[in-house]
């Protein structure tokens, strides 16, 4: 079993950044894919970073904006947002996966989430 506390989310203005922590117990997350996956209001689940091993994925409209990294000492993920829009709007759940890159829906452990608002 993998445990998943998300923190760091809150409201930030237009143009703003955020970090996000996801700190991991009850196994090594190195050997996981460990994702953030949003959900904004009315939307499904949207895989917007993903990261197993050295490798890592970014979904389309973060890309450039979002960086994803890990420290493996801490057993901890993070995500870093910048240049916030509105549409980044969402809970933000951390969630890991002993699948490589699994889609959003095969992801095995979840965090309980946190809130990111952008405000325009």
């Known amino acids: 079993q993998v445990q998943l506390v998300e923190s760091g989310g809150g409201l930030v203005q237009t143009g703003g950044s955020l970090s996000l922590s996801c700190a991991a117990s009850?196994?090594?997350?190195?050997?996981?894919?460990v994702g953030w996956i949003r959900q904004g209001p009315g939307q499904g689940r949207e895989i917007v970073a993903a990261?197993?091993?050295?490798?890592?994925y970014y979904g389309g409209p973060v890309q450039g904006r979002f960086t994803i990294s890990r420290d493996d000492a801490k057993n901890t993920v993070y995500l870093q947002m910048n240049n916030l829009k509105p549409e980044d709007t969402a809970v933000y759940y951390c969630a890991a996966s002993p699948r490589i890159f699994p889609p959003a829906g095969a992801y095995h452990f979840w965090g309980q989430g946190t809130q990111v608002t952008v405000s325009s």
């Open positions: 990261l197993w091993k050295a490798s890592t």
């Open positions: 009850g196994r090594t997350v190195y050997n996981y894919t």
